[in-house]
């Protein structure tokens, strides 16, 4: 089983909701890939309605908090209230925009875990780190600052090149293979055995998905840009299944 998480970011509107809608329906979907879209908060229970029969639908952020003075803030609690089936955690664009640090994304791990949305902890180095090929040192260090006292129930972990996401540019799918598998090598040093899933994500579109995600080592994608498109994000499902 393979698995395709789209990312929306900040966009969508009803209106594009009613155009993905009809396309997504109009696509066969292949047998052994399970699809999922992180939604923004206000479009969670419309895209419940129509897709979670086909589609898990979640959400891109979580507050660290369970309640209380934090305005604007939605919790855990609030999430799995609205049948938010998934929660990123740690994406690029939070830490680098909004400054969330890895200690703020353990807070939002261990809020996630008192309930049942699953959390997609994202991790993933930056172009520079990537070049002085300090790619391992940062995966650790993200893996075991994130996952401190957090359990290995419903978490799924997303290895996302920061130079990766939206520019168009992959590493190889030898990068890809290699480095998930140390993202599991780390897992295990921290849960022990487990069954975590971790995904690749950066750029993939239906033209490289294929090659980027064949081995047998990644579990699947995390989709930003190209899973606003229905067709392109099915064909991602179809040439990875
Ligand atoms: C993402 O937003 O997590 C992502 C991988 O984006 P893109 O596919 O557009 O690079």
């Not at 180095?125 to 070049?131: D, L, Q, S, V």
Request: charge should be positive.
């Amino acid at each position: 089983m393979k698995y395709v998480f789209g990312n929306w970011k900040m966009n969508g509107s009803f209106d594009d909701i009613k155009k993905f809608k009809k396309e997504f329906f109009s696509l066969k979907l292949p047998k052994n890939t399970k699809f999922g879209i992180a939604v923004p908060f206000v479009y969670l229970q419309k895209m419940n309605e129509i897709f979670s029969k086909k589609c898990e639908i979640g959400v891109q952020n979580v507050g660290f908090a369970d309640f209380g003075e934090f305005t604007g803030e939605i919790s855990a609690k609030m999430l799995e209230d609205t049948k938010a089936k998934f929660c990123l955690v740690g994406h690029s664009e939070r830490r680098h925009k909004f400054g969330e640090t890895n200690e703020v994304v353990n807070q939002k791990l261990l809020s996630l875990q008192k309930t049942k949305t699953k959390a997609i902890l994202c991790v993933g180095e930056t172009k520079e780190e990537f070049e002085q090929k300090k790619t391992k040192k940062v995966l650790k260090t993200q893996l075991e600052k994130c996952l401190k006292n957090v359990g290995v129930k419903n978490l799924i972990v997303a290895y996302e090149p920061v130079w990766a996401i939206g520019t168009g540019l992959t590493p190889t799918a030898k990068i890809v293979e290699d480095t998930i598998l140390y993202v599991k090598k780390v897992l295990n040093q921290i849960f022990g055995e487990n069954e975590i899933l971790v995904l690749y994500g950066g750029s993939v579109k239906p033209e490289n998905a294929n090659a980027l995600l064949k081995s047998k080592a990644v579990d699947g994608a995390l989709v930003g840009g190209a899973s606003l498109d229905a067709k392109k994000f099915v064909e991602i499902g179809k040439n990875i299944a």
